[in-house]
């Protein structure tokens, strides 16, 4: 459906607008269907990002600052997400022995459980959205959102 038709709009748009809309949209469509998934976990987008962070260290622990340096959404309150993730059990904090002004961050069994059978449903839902289009144009739609994001206003 194109966009003129969702947002009901029947006056011409600039191609720029246009394309925006189509992008900010696309991004809420996306989000809403990951979010399905997340809900049955009581997890939000952003606490089941830093549980993948947390993985990726192979059972070493890190710092807010590296949690935070990853995060796709880099406006996200990490301490409050680490709280969240504390209270829930899928998390560890302790103050790092080197420098008592550091917190360690690690992910805990009941976490790495969590994002095990968590997983493979994300990755059901990521393989049925690429499948709507080819090789080539996940790799031109991959190259021109990477460009997109180049753009100094």
Excluded: W
């Amino acid at each position: 459906m194109k966009i003129e038709e969702i947002i009901k709009t029947t006056s011409p748009m600039a191609i720029g607008k246009k394309t925006v809309l189509n992008i900010m949209y696309t991004q809420n469509v996306l989000a809403e269907k990951f979010n399905e998934i997340l809900k049955a976990y009581d997890l939000s987008p952003e606490q089941f990002n830093v549980l993948r962070i947390l993985k990726g260290q192979n059972g070493k622990p890190t710092n807010m600052c590296v949690i935070q340096e990853r995060m796709i959404a880099k406006t996200s309150n990490t301490t409050r997400l680490v709280d969240k993730l504390l209270l829930k059990e899928l998390v560890t904090r302790e103050i790092c022995p080197g420098n008592r002004r550091k917190m360690e961050i690690a992910i805990t069994e009941k976490g790495l459980e969590l994002l095990a059978d968590l997983n493979p449903k994300v990755e059901h839902h990521e393989c049925l959205l690429a499948q709507k289009l080819s090789a080539e144009e996940l790799e031109q739609l991959n190259y021109l959102l990477e460009k997109l994001r180049t753009i100094n206003p």
